[in-house]
């Protein structure tokens, strides 16, 4: 086993040269790592598919195009990004300048999951190379052939006093835990985050925590039906529901529930045929335990579409579930896998209480063609981030930071967001010499008159 001090103090050691704070090294280390995937691509694509089964189309889409593009865009803006920043300076500091310096923190440790489990543990390097940090990258040991080939990929042709990427499982984040990182960069369930803000607090390390939750889904009676069946059906079935922003239950107004009901059950079919387990191209669910936890959901309510599952393969065909109430296990958690119930309001404010008197969730999402009821629910609802009229999607836009609030996390990343997490703001006062205003000096003639 690596000794990790030892990883640690060899990372210090290689930051404290300076050399990855150098703008043309970064650039240079994420060129690489862009060469890196492309030709790791055929490669990742398989383990994805035996990980997961998942398609080359979600393996590409989801994976590592978004993780390309993610690299392309940095390096058209890292320029601008790692430049000092002027400010303004009031009046009372007449003669000084004052300016903004970007600094890398260090060593950063970046801990993800499995449910993209490339995408997850690359996207933050991007951000931590970006602003200068060393890096250490513990990915999941539930997806562990997409695990050893990021190894292999980042090992291989990153010195590990840079970059080093350590597989193993929860012990392995624990005994990392215990070295003195200067920060951490965590994504995973809302549990293992509060275990890691306990750690990292011995060190007073800072801390993004990426977490989950319960995101809701709210159809209100104006809603374009058929768009929303059909988006809503795409953000919740892709990777077999196990994305951390799917709409996790969708409320809708009664009056047209039967008719939502009705597009979303077309929208499903379209998307994954008449029996989805024959799909080849459907995600399975990662493990046996995840399988059960779902497959238990099915006993809840009514199964209005889907519910058939196939325990050899992992695999739960999309399903809708009815006739569900908050009193429902399914309810309890994030259900992170391809069951959605629907549940119906009568008063769009009874809805917007259900989901205010429960923990913040990552993601909201609302269908209405009102201006007015998006107003007032972005005004009355607190969430990480999310969409009007769609969902998912505001994942892919680098302008949009993407991060939890509350019990769904701390932080945020992706495009200047990532560079700006990895980074310190370093503020100087550059002052003159050419003269002193007395004023502030105790000793100064009359000073306290002038206080
Ligand atoms: P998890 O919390 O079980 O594990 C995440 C990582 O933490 C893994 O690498 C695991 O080895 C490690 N870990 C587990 N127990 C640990 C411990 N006691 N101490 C230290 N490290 C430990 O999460 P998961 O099951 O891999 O992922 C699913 C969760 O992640 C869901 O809740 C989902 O919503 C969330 N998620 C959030 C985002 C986001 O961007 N906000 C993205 C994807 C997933």
Redesign the pocket.
Known sequence: MLNYSELLSKQRNYFQTGATKNLAFRIKALQKLNQVIREGEKRLIQSLKEDLNKSEFDAYSTEIGIVLEEIRYTLKNIRSWAKPKKVKTPLTHIGAKSYIYPEPYGVAFI??????PFQ?AVAPLIGAIAAGNCAVI?????TPRTSLVLAELINSHFPEEYIAVVE???E???AL?KENFDYIF????????K??ME?AAQHLTPVTL????KSPCIVHVDANLKLAAKRIAWGKFMNAGQ???APDYVYVDKKVKDEFLAHLKRAVNELYGQEPLENLHYTKIVSEQHFNRLRSFLAEGEIFYGGKSSEEKLMIAPTVLTDITWDYSVMED?I?GPILPVLEYRQLSEAVEEIRSRPKP?AFYLFTESSDVQNRLLEQVSF?GGCINDTVYHIANPYLP???VGN??IGAYHGKGSFNTFSHDKSILKQTTLFDIPLRYPNFKNGLKYI
Do not use: D, H, M, R
């Not at 801990?111 to 993209?116: F, L, V």
């Not at 965590?186 to 985050?193: E, K, L, N």
């Not at 990426?210 to 939750?213: C, H, I, T, V």
């Open positions: 801990i993800a999951p499995w449910n993209y997850l513990k990915p999941s040991e539930l193993g499982g929860k392995t984040s624990e835990l965590f994504t995973g369930s809302v549990q293992v985050g275990i890691i750690s990426e977490l989950g939750g994305t951390c922003i994030e992170f990552l990480g993407f991060g939890g769904s996390g």
